[in-house]
């Protein structure tokens, strides 16, 4: 990423965006977060195209999904399971599955609250969600596990 496609970035977002900038054209603290926030979304979303590429193993948010669901168990009874063809998640429990919830567990704590609490509410506790918004909000908190738990493979 060079430092230029950067700065085209976040310079073609503001334009895009220019109503936004000239409502608050007065505003430095508004200006320096809008601009900041461009170039980290930029970034972020270099990042996870890099990740995609560059040929290491990368969970999907159905992955995160099974494993945000493991979380309803113990580990002793999800390691009595292992190998078996039918299981509590609908799938074949195998070693994967442990890994795949120590990242999530990992990841679930540097999502923001409010997505770590609204996935625990729905995939850990099962309860329902209350309507359209949060079950949107919930998938879009899944989508950000997953890109976590990617992340966090490649520390």
Not at 89 to 114: E, F, G, K
């Amino acid at each position: 990423m060079e430092k230029d496609d950067v700065k085209q970035e976040i310079l073609t977002h503001a334009y895009a965006k220019r109503s936004i900038i000239e409502e608050h054209r007065d505003s430095e603290p508004f200006l320096w977060d809008f601009f900041k926030r461009a170039g980290i979304k930029y970034a972020s979303k270099e990042r996870d195209a890099r990740d995609l590429e560059d040929g290491q193993y990368s969970y999907t948010p159905r992955e995160a999904r099974i494993a945000l669901a493991s979380f309803l168990y113990t580990d002793e009874e999800l390691s009595e399971r292992l190998g078996r063809q039918d299981d509590v998640l609908q799938c074949c429990v195998t070693d994967n599955i442990m890994s795949a919830r120590m990242d999530a567990s990992l990841a679930l704590n540097r999502l923001p609250r409010a997505s770590r609490d609204l996935l625990t509410r729905r995939y850990v506790q099962g309860l329902p969600l209350a309507n359209d918004t949060e079950r949107k909000a919930a998938n879009r908190a899944v989508d950000a596990l997953a890109r976590q738990m990617n992340r966090d493979l490649r520390r």
